[in-house]
């Protein structure tokens, strides 16, 4: 079993009410001629939850989101929504996307502009024949949650971005489907009118009980938003988690270097100390390399390849020497420093490593100034290579 096979199946499946997840992607395989966008993913979402896709372009997680609304087709594997198999090419089944239930919501807005904001919402309902009375009361509702409802009659052109995006996303969620997608659709917006709306759609997604797959290659969002975190790289899963688990415990360099900043020292596994790993680290210059105890390692043999990973805000830095043991610190030079509004951000050079720590007080630090670094073994991770 690879190391990836581990980590999915060891996920619990979250369960809708039912008793199924809400939706089940199953060995999902996707080809574009030679390149491989989608390799073996296998997810399960429960209803009600927010699930994010995250990884760097081209990993494949547009894919994995189309081949779920049904604008892409799978080569392998199958897709179940709300216990029903909406594509299994195996099978030769394939339901369109307007036959699957889901709402969705992309990057541009995608607001026909010859209609007020009332009627682009309401067309998922006339296309659907719903009655007139159905269909103003659920557009009314679909705008009040998005806080348009006092827009209703104005022509979707007089709009602001933000607003525009609203329209989208009232539009998506007016038929009460099952599933949302959302792909990027805070990219078109700008900076702060983005952390207001991922604020909002965390509430909506609560209020109204959607189960969400969201689409982002921005870490900050996946953490802000998610109920659980899907990271990608290379058309295949590296971890699936809550956003606390990603961050504090990524599987592999990979998720580690992706979610945040990441110290990464190249060593070796030395053996084991209790529920500890003992690493070895070469840092270069003739000097004698660094032995160090970190969380994790447990697959790694003494002998084999092993990172060690440390945040910044993890790695504490002295003037003087601390302790008595050599373990876990590093002696080395202030490159430089930048101010960062609450806290500072030093650069560090160990031996032939640079390493990133970050200070919550002021310290009077020159470049080229010795600083020794220090750091507890339960904040520092050992991955394997
Ligand atoms: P981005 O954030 O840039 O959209 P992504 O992680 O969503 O990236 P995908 O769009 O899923 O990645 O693409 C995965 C791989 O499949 C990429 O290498 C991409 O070039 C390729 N690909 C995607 N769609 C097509 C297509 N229609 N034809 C050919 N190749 C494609």
């Excluded at 060891?10 to 989608?38: N, Y």
């Excluded at 990884?55 to 087709?73: D, N, Y």
């Amino acid at each position: 079993m690879s190391g990836t096979d581990r980590m999915q199946s060891s996920e619990p499946v979250p369960k809708t009410k039912s008793g199924t997840p809400m939706v089940v992607i199953d060995h999902l395989f996707k080809h574009f001629g030679q390149e491989t966008a989608v390799k073996d993913v296998n997810l399960a979402i429960g209803e009600g939850e927010f699930v994010t896709l995250l990884g760097p372009s081209g990993c494949g997680k547009t894919t994995t989101l189309r081949c779920v609304a049904g604008l892409e087709r799978p080569d392998g594997g199958e897709i179940s929504i709300g216990g029903q198999a909406v594509v299994a090419p195996a099978r030769e089944l394939y339901l369109p996307p307007e036959a699957r239930n889901i709402g969705m919501v992309f990057q541009s807005y995608a607001v026909w502009p010859h209609m007020t904001v009332f009627e682009n919402v309401a067309y998922g309902l006339r296309v659907r024949r719903a009655a007139n009375d159905v269909v103003k009361k659920k557009t009314m509702r679909a705008l009040e949650l998005v806080g348009l409802d006092h827009l209703a009659d104005r022509f979707a052109t007089k709009l602001s971005g933000g607003q525009r995006q609203r329209v989208a996303l009232a539009r998506a969620i007016v038929y009460e489907p099952r599933v949302v997608l959302y792909d990027e659709p805070l990219s078109n917006l700008d900076a702060k009118l983005r952390e207001q709306m991922r604020v909002e759609l965390v509430r909506l997604q609560k209020e109204v009980g959607l189960t969400a797959i969201y689409v982002t290659h921005d870490q900050s969002e996946a953490l802000v938003m998610s109920d659980r975190v899907v990271v990608m790289d290379k058309a295949v899963i590296q971890q699936i988690g809550d956003p606390r688990t990603i961050y504090a415990h990524p599987v592999n360099s990979f998720v580690a270097n992706f979610i945040g900043v990441a110290n990464l020292i190249r060593g070796k596994m030395t053996g084991r100390t209790g529920e500890l790993a003992e690493i070895e680290l070469p840092i270069g210059d003739g000097l004698a390399p660094v032995h160090v105890r970190a969380v994790g390692g447990g697959d790694i043999v003494a002998g084999q390849p092993a990172i060690l990973s440390l945040r910044p805000e993890d790695v504490q830095l002295s003037l003087t020497p601390t302790g008595d043991t050599g373990l876990n610190r590093f002696t080395g030079r202030v490159i430089d420093t930048v101010y960062l509004g609450s806290f500072l951000e030093c650069r560090v050079a160990v031996g032939q490593h640079e390493l990133i720590v970050q200070l919550d007080h002021f310290e009077q630090l020159a470049p080229g100034q010795t600083v020794h670094l220090s750091f507890a073994p339960e904040h520092a991770l050992c991955l394997a290579k």
